[in-house]
């Protein structure tokens, strides 16, 4: 069965620029999960898809990040315009069930210059 | 909102001795306590959880202890092995929905010298 996969593994743009990042869960999990760790910090939580609604977009930086899971199937991430600070590992994570295991994906690098 | 420190964020121990990582946290709701395991290139792996109704859970070579008075956990690894090297988070939730809005610590570096 495959896991969770993510696009791009990394990406390397401008500031000013725009990225999709996108998701594809394991497939039949209706939770989906966006985190990102930052610099080396923590991992901190970004939103929570329940199929196609969101359930808890409190971790949203701002609104230059817009999350989409049309159909409920896979997700992005699209940060517009990006900004420095934006740099870093965006994971993606679904689970069956809401209190089930996460499963990670291996995460997409952004870097903005 | 919930806060989750850890500590040491480097750990570097000789192959076949013990490594501890300790993680507080500040929520007192927070009820479910997993660690994960992030090798390089590879995104988080749950390797061991722990519910608030449970002080110690112990999985072969991997054990993690709750101490909710104190408002703190920590992983006990024994016995490491070159493979058990990784940088390990520790992570904090409450079930408000049941669902895995996950509050982490900023890692732990963890390096066993063969």
């Known amino acids: 069965e495959a896991g969770v996969t993510q696009f791009p593994s990394h990406s390397v743009i401008e500031k000013g620029q725009t990225v999709t990042l996108r998701c594809d869960p394991i497939?039949?999990?209706?939770?989906l999960y966006w985190y990102r760790r930052v610099m080396g910090k923590e991992i901190k939580f970004l939103l929570h898809?329940?199929?196609?609604?969101?359930?808890?977009e409190s971790g949203m930086p701002n609104n230059r990040f817009l999350a989409e899971r049309t159909g409920g199937t896979y997700s992005t991430l699209k940060v517009q315009p990006a900004e420095l600070e934006d740099s870093g590992v965006y994971f993606c994570?679904?689970?069956?069930?809401?209190?089930?295991?996460?499963?990670f994906g291996e995460g997409s690098r952004l870097t903005v210059l | 909102g919930e806060n989750v420190e850890q500590h040491p964020s480097t750990l570097s121990v000789q192959e076949g001795d013990s490594a501890v990582i300790k993680c507080t946290y500040s929520?007192?709701?927070?009820?479910?306590f997993p660690w994960y395991k992030q090798e390089l290139g590879k995104g988080p792996q749950l390797i061991i959880d722990?519910?608030?109704?449970?002080g110690e859970k112990k999985d072969q070579r991997i054990a993690v202890t709750l101490n909710k008075t104190a408002k703190h956990f920590s992983l006990h690894i024994t016995e490491t092995q070159p493979e058990d090297s990784a940088v390990y988070f520790c992570?904090?939730?409450?079930?408000?929905?049941?669902?895995?809005?996950?509050?982490f610590g900023s890692g732990t570096q963890l390096t066993v010298l063969p």
């Open positions: 994570a679904s689970s069956q069930v809401r209190s089930g295991e996460l499963f």
């Open positions: 497939s039949g999990h209706d939770n």
């Open positions: 898809f329940v199929k196609e609604s969101k359930q808890d």
């Open positions: 929520d007192s709701a927070s009820n479910y």
């Open positions: 722990i519910r608030s109704n449970v």
């Open positions: 992570a904090a939730s409450h079930h408000a929905g049941s669902a895995r809005q996950l509050t």
